[in-house]
């Protein structure tokens, strides 16, 4: 299945292109310069990713998101939360990397699961034990044997440990080989044996090889519209509104530390329009939620610097040890707090933490008795 890049409606997509262009670079303007910009940017991958379950057809809670990354759930995750929460690390992924990272060949292995990295995880939990009481003997290194039966037991663990970390390191440096692809089982109860994904992947990155020269938001609507259409990937669709993000990134439409929350955007454009037959109408979709996502954003600044000030109405008086401004600015990097997540900050009790948020009159958002959390806006 290839994708057609032909007869692209230039003539109709340069006004929007233009008007989205111009949004975005506004945004990243503002929150680079806004002391509430930092804040924005943390709070900006909590939306993105529950929007991006929304636009897949789930409903995730931003509460329950949020909790879940901070280690506190009020009851089990869900799957999709589960999805929500990959969608959440894979966007600080992106963001914590150099901005070509996301769309090169070790950065997309990376995000699909089989980059080094993960390769490293899995070979110490899948070699530990090996070489722990096996023998009398054990190697170590490039042909270095110590005595595991000796006097000393500390010298036996020792000796485990460093077999453990020569054979890791093996293995890593075995995948790390150029041209090597790691090869995983496919489950035919979960996966289609007849998607290839590597295939429709490289037809994907062909698309974006071709386009390449064109302007940052067209090249990213396109990729977008050229993934959707593969469906390169079975059970991560939602990836590729991030390597779209990552192209105006990279093209230095938006700041490093930005990365446009496509999905956002997307979420208040009909779904007739965003899977609709014609290309010319999916392509001003997109467009059009390029452009929302940026209005959005100014809109929730706005709102986010107008709570700031408000907050830091009361710190007027106070200690400069007082940890009222660092937990001021814990609320402007989350969209809400609980209890645990404010003692854990500060490194108070969980009632010192109730008793600082009271002095801040924050906003209780659950409206229930127990598991509480509060916010600003």
């Not at 939620?289 to 830091?312: P, S, T, V």
Request: aromatic share 4%; proline share 5%; charged share 25%.
């Amino acid at each position: 299945m290839l994708y057609d890049l032909s007869k692209l409606p230039l003539q109709t997509l340069l006004r929007p292109i233009s008007d989205a262009g111009a949004a975005l670079v506004r945004l990243d303007e503002r929150i680079a310069r806004s002391p509430v910009g930092q804040g924005w940017l943390e709070r900006s991958h909590y939306t993105d990713a529950c929007a991006s379950l929304w636009l897949d057809g789930e409903a995730v809670h931003l509460e329950d998101l949020v909790l879940h990354d901070a280690g506190h759930d009020i009851r089990s995750p869900t799957h999709e939360l589960t999805i929500a929460r990959d969608v959440l690390r894979t966007r600080r992924r992106i963001v914590a990397n150099p901005p070509s990272w996301a769309l090169s060949a070790e950065g997309l292995r990376s995000l699909r699961g089989q980059g080094s990295g993960d390769l490293e995880t899995k070979a110490v939990v899948t070699r530990m034990g090996d070489g722990a009481g096996s023998g009398q003997r054990t190697q170590v290194g490039q042909g270095v044997e110590r005595d595991t039966d000796a006097e000393d037991p500390l010298d036996a663990e020792l000796a485990a440990i460093d077999a453990v970390l020569a054979r890791t390191t093996a293995v890593i440096n075995e995948a790390r080989a150029p041209g090597r692809r790691p090869e995983r089982p496919r489950d035919p109860l979960v996966s289609d044996l007849d998607w290839d994904e590597d295939e429709r992947l490289d037809e994907w990155r062909a698309v974006i090889t071709e386009v390449d020269g064109l302007p940052p938001v067209l090249r990213a609507i396109i990729a977008l519209d050229a993934w959707n259409s593969l469906q390169v990937l079975q059970h991560a669709p939602w990836l590729g509104r991030l390597l779209a993000a990552s192209i105006l990134r990279e093209a230095g439409l938006t700041t490093p530390l930005h990365l446009a929350a496509v999905n956002s955007g997307l979420r208040s454009v009909p779904f007739e329009r965003r899977r609709h037959p014609g290309r010319n109408t999916r392509l001003l979709a997109i467009l059009n939620g390029l452009l929302a996502a940026a209005e959005n954003g100014l809109k929730e600044h706005d709102r986010l610097l107008l709570a700031r000030q408000m907050l830091e109405r009361h710190l007027v008086g106070r200690r400069t040890s007082s940890m009222l401004p660092e937990l001021i600015d814990l609320v402007m990097a989350r969209p809400l707090v609980s209890a645990g997540m404010v003692a854990d900050r500060l490194g108070v009790t969980s009632r010192a933490a109730l008793r600082v948020i009271a002095e801040l009159q924050l906003r209780e958002m659950t409206g229930r008795g127990r598991f509480r959390a509060w916010g600003v806006i």
